[in-house]
């Protein structure tokens, strides 16, 4: 079973660019959800997507979007980026059922926006 | 809005030792779980131990263990036998019925020495 599996590890953008991140879920696993982790805090809740669409939404400006496709793997779009963007951005998913309750994470993306 | 507040930045202890990791949360639900997460350097979350809160005995795992005080909102976890490998961030976090997130505090850096 390989996880949740993200791509890419590390990246570099600059300001005002658009930037996607992928996360291929857990095998068997229909809900992906996202986070940021800004250095040295803990990770916040940015959305999460269940049947292509979005459930629930933390406390993002529009300029963080995202998609689910019918495999289950899910992207994160961050347009017009901001030095604040900066952070690991992790990918979380789960059956729907068991949400939270049994989540697993994938190990992240980091972004550096210079 | 739920908060989760871990008031140690940073620990120490020797190998084979234990150590005690705080944290308080706010709510004013009933229904909700507690979880405490470990963040080694690979920067994947990895699940170490989950309380409901309903369940009025404390959740053990092998060597980790948690002291849950709910009218205290306290929820400290214990790492008997320290090994090398637990050197890592942990991370409390919440979760209320219904919610589709995680609420994560600052985390504790913990580090242990040979």
């Known amino acids: 079973d390989a996880g949740v599996t993200q791509s890419p590890t590390h990246l570099i953008k600059t300001r005002g660019q658009q930037v996607t991140l992928r996360c291929s879920p857990k095998?068997?696993?229909?809900?992906v959800s996202w986070y940021q982790q800004a250095l040295g805090q803990g990770p916040q809740f940015i959305f999460q997507?269940?049947?292509?669409?979005?459930?629930q939404r933390g406390n993002f400006p529009d300029r963080f979007s995202g998609h689910q496709f019918p495999n289950y793997s899910s992207e994160l779009n961050v347009n017009a980026l901001l030095l604040g963007d900066s952070a690991l951005y992790l990918c979380?998913?789960?059956?729907?059922?068991?949400?939270?309750?049994?989540?697993?994470f994938g190990s992240g993306t980091q972004l550096s926006v210079l | 809005a739920q908060t989760v507040t871990q008031s140690q930045p940073e620990m120490s202890v020797q190998e084979a030792e234990t150590v005690t990791l705080s944290c308080t949360y706010d709510?004013?639900?009933?229904?909700?779980?507690l979880f405490w997460y470990k963040q080694p350097p690979s920067r994947q979350m990895i699940l170490v131990i989950r309380?409901?809160?309903?369940?009025?005995q404390n959740a053990t795992e092998n060597r980790f263990s948690v002291n849950f005080q709910k009218a205290a909102k306290s929820f400290s976890l214990k790492i008997s036998d320290s090994q090398l490998g637990d050197t890592a961030m942990y991370f409390c976090?919440?979760?209320?019925?219904?919610?589709?997130?995680?609420?994560f505090g600052k985390g504790t850096k913990l580090t242990v020495n040979p």
């Open positions: 976090a919440f979760y209320e019925g219904g919610s589709e997130k995680l609420v």
């Open positions: 095998s068997g696993h229909d809900t």
């Open positions: 979380a998913s789960s059956l729907l059922r068991t949400a939270v309750e049994k989540l697993f």
């Open positions: 997507y269940y049947e292509e669409e979005e459930r």
């Open positions: 309380q409901e809160a309903y369940k009025q």
């Open positions: 709510t004013s639900e009933n229904n909700y779980y």
